[in-house]
């Protein structure tokens, strides 16, 4: 059984509207998700001892969400991670788009889906969550319409992700929830146990932009394939954390894509998706200067990022997984987060 409630968050200033705060709650989780960025702002799961914590990063209350901050929980596009320098060619056209992370630009641009208020729909046992990108929004190119349905079964939250274009366009859409089994607050991620279930990972430039090649993981820091302490691994390879995207299956089925313990408190993470890989994140720009939930403060190292997508300048990259939508075609990704005890 899952229950829907839902209640008024914050208002937007200038009168342009309430963010409301929708709670799924099923026997093992209470998830909280906002209207403003279709953020998951609050997710509760049991330890062992069925003492429920919450496991995601985030804020009180909407100015924090409306503050410069780094994604905490929110759905981001039009297309998720960076695109080198802005720019991409399609079908013999130029674009150019909003430059936000100097040379690039990251996750939509100056406004992308996570800064933008969704209309929201109840449904039994979740919130479809729907907006019309308008065309040449943040420079991308024909109308998009978008679909973001959360669904809450037992211990396991659903992302449903679907668009649809009036012209060809990129589309790159995932969750950037911040994670910490240990519970939101809990200083550092080190003493959780890693895997991810890929061969191959994308080696990046300075700018954080792939060289275009493919790399085996295999004798290097990215070999996750078989469960990593963290903190030792990261310091065994001499490594500052990861910000990098594994190469995943490439079928559309649905396919394991990496699992997370901590040991401590018992709690797992297992994540599965249709898409063909996945932004490794471990918090490496988080500096301590935001204000959480509950007094947090997050410094660096004090969450990760599991951001189920299509590789990063894919657009630019006609070896990679194509990542154009074109009109008459659907967009249609899911990625399950399964939460359990062990
Ligand atoms: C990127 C990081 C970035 C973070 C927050 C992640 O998806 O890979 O480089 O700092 O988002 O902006």
């Known amino acids: 059984m899952v229950s829907v409630t839902r209640a008024a968050f914050g208002e937007l200033p200038s009168g342009l509207g309430t963010v409301e705060r929708f709670r799924l709650r099923s026997e093992q989780l209470r998830v909280d998700l906002l209207s403003w960025g279709c953020a998951v702002a609050a997710l509760e799961a049991p330890d062992r001892r069925g003492s429920a914590a919450d496991v995601v990063l985030g804020f009180a209350g909407l100015e924090g969400y409306l503050q410069k901050q780094p994604y905490f929980g929110a759905v981001v596009g039009r297309v998720a991670n960076r695109i080198a320098k802005g720019t991409f060619t399609l079908d013999g056209k130029e674009y150019r788009l909003a430059i936000n992370r100097e040379p690039n630009s990251l996750h939509g641009g100056l406004r992308g889906f996570d800064k933008v208020l969704w209309t929201p729909q109840v449904l039994p046992n979740g919130v479809q969550f729907s907006r019309v990108s308008p065309d040449g929004e943040e420079g991308y190119p024909g109308e998009l319409k978008v679909w973001v349905t959360y669904t809450l079964d037992g211990g396991e939250l659903v992302i ?6 009036s012209q060809a366009t990129p589309v790159n859409l995932t969750n950037h929830s911040y994670f910490n089994l240990a519970g939101q607050g809990s200083p550092n991620i080190y003493d959780h146990e890693v895997t991810i279930q ?13 060289t275009g090649v ?12 078989k469960p990593v302490e963290l903190g030792k691994h990261l310091q065994e390879f001499g490594i500052d954390g990861f910000d990098h ?3 995943l299956q490439r079928s559309k089925d649905r396919h394991f894509c990496a699992r997370v313990h901590h040991a401590g408190s018992g709690r797992v993470l297992e994540v599965y998706t249709t898409q063909p890989g996945v932004q490794f994140y471990t918090g490496n720009f988080l500096d301590g200067t935001l204000k959480g939930k509950d ?6 190292h004090s969450g990760f990022c599991l951001e189920t997508q299509n590789w990063p ?11 154009l939508l074109r009109p008459g075609e659907e967009y249609n990704h899911t990625t399950w987060l399964v939460f359990s005890v062990a």
């Open 214 to 225: 493919i790399a085996p993981v295999q004798g290097t820091a990215f070999d996750l394939r």
């Open 245 to 247: 995207n594994f190469c």
């Open 160 to 165: 449903n992700y679907r668009a649809q274009a």
């Open 198 to 210: 890929a061969d191959e990972f994308l080696p990046v430039d300075e700018t954080l932009i792939p």
């Open 295 to 300: 007094g947090a403060v997050y410094p660096k």
């Open 313 to 323: 300048n894919a657009v630019n990259e006609p070896h990679f997984p194509s990542v």
